[in-house]
T-cell receptor, first 113, second 111 residues
Framework: DAKTTQPTSMDCAEGRAANLPCNHS???????VYWYRQIHSQGPQYIIH???NNETNEMASLIITEDRKSSTLILPHATLRDTAVYYC??????????????FGTGTRLQVTL | DSGVTQTPKHLITATGQRVTLRCSPR?????VYWYQQSLDQGLQFLIQ???????AKGNILERFSAQQFPDLHSELNLSSLELGDSALYFC??????????FGSGTRLTVV
């Protein structure tokens, strides 16, 4: 699986959009970009994933550059509950036996009042 | 509730002891993954089972072993425990194409 690079930490004011960048310059054509988050010591939680088109769900939006070498996770209206470590992972989507997720160090997002 | 159940939630044991962590995947999920997260460390992949068979191995110590039973629950056995084995241990099952869903973890403290 391709390697990702994320900033170590970011701050965001409550109510503002949080934009979390991720570089994955060695991504392969069949690798998807996944985002997970881990709140305190809870189990990681799936947020969103995409291949090359921008994606949106009830939690967030994912913007992938045209060359697919980087992406941005957008939390449109951050709340204190969004304070967490956010992990960007690239992985081949597998509908068979499934491939493992390799977690990096992630970005620690602190949402403040 | 993610549907992945891990027991116990907390475990305190002494060095040199052996413990067993249990995981029940979401109903119908055939894959189980184990991860270790030490204090201030990232999530380290340990091992994957698929329908009872080992499929992938990560940074799992020889003192650790796992298995998946016919009812698809999995157990992670940790033996000859050391202080450095203190960590959160997460189990996940596969929910393609969304990747994984994780359990709430077992916090192991070795004293």
């Amino acid at each position: 699986d391709a390697k990702t690079t994320q900033p170590t930490s970011m701050d965001c004011a409550e109510g503002r959009a949080a934009n979390l960048p991720c570089n994955h310059s060695t991504i392969s054509g069949n690798e998807y970009v996944y985002w997970y988050r881990q709140i305190h010591s809870q189990g990681p939680q799936y947020i969103i994933h995409g291949l090359k088109n921008n994606e949106t769900n009830e939690m967030a939006s994912l913007i992938i550059t045209e060359d697919r070498k980087s992406s941005t996770l957008i939390l449109p209206h951050a709340t204190l509950r969004d304070t967490a470590v956010y992990y960007c992972i690239v992985r081949v989507e597998n509908t068979g036996t499934a491939s493992k997720l390799t977690f990096g160090t992630g970005t620690r997002l602190q949402v403040t009042l | 509730d993610s549907g992945v159940t891990q027991t116990p939630k907390h475990l305190i044991t002494a060095t040199g002891q052996r413990v067993t962590l249990r995981c029940s995947p979401r109903s119908g999920d055939l894959s189980v993954y184990w991860y270790q997260q030490s204090l201030d460390q990232g999530l380290q992949f340990l091992i994957q089972y698929y329908n009872g068979e080992e499929r992938a191995k990560g940074n799992i110590l020889e003192r650790f072993s796992a298995q998946q039973f016919p009812d698809l629950h999995s157990e992670l056995n940790l033996s000859s425990l050391e202080l450095g084995d203190s960590a959160l241990y997460f189990c996940a099952s596969s929910v393609e194409p969304y990747g994984y869903t994780f359990g709430s973890g077992t916090r192991l403290t070795v004293v």
